[in-house]
């Protein structure tokens, strides 16, 4: 989960930078993804330096996760979003849903080989 949660935080540190720059926002709310990122990028890294720590920084990730892809949901829905700032949302998303549904897994997983 360390690498997934490594990859995903790139890749949203990514999309945040590209959408700012391509859409010429002078707004930081088109950061978002990158700030989400960050952290997920560096609960990545910590689990991977730490693994006896591993998996409390895995469950912060994935509550990070939870509060971006819920927050990109509620602006899809309350917005009405186009343009760069759909796709921004979109594809945040699909990666942090993606991110929490092998989370979740890799919780169910090792609850299964613990019991």
Known sequence: MTKQTSISGAILIALGVIVTIVSDSGSATSLIPAFVGIILLALGLAAS????????????MAV???LALLGSLGSLIGRGST???LLSQLVTIVVTGFLLMNA????????????
């Open 83 to 85: 343009g760069w700032a």
């Open 49 to 60: 330096a730490k693994p006896a720590m591993g998996h409390h920084l895995m469950h912060m």
């Open 104 to 115: 979740i897994q890799a919780f169910r997983n090792r609850a299964q080989e613990s019991s």
């Open 64 to 66: 990070i996760a939870l």
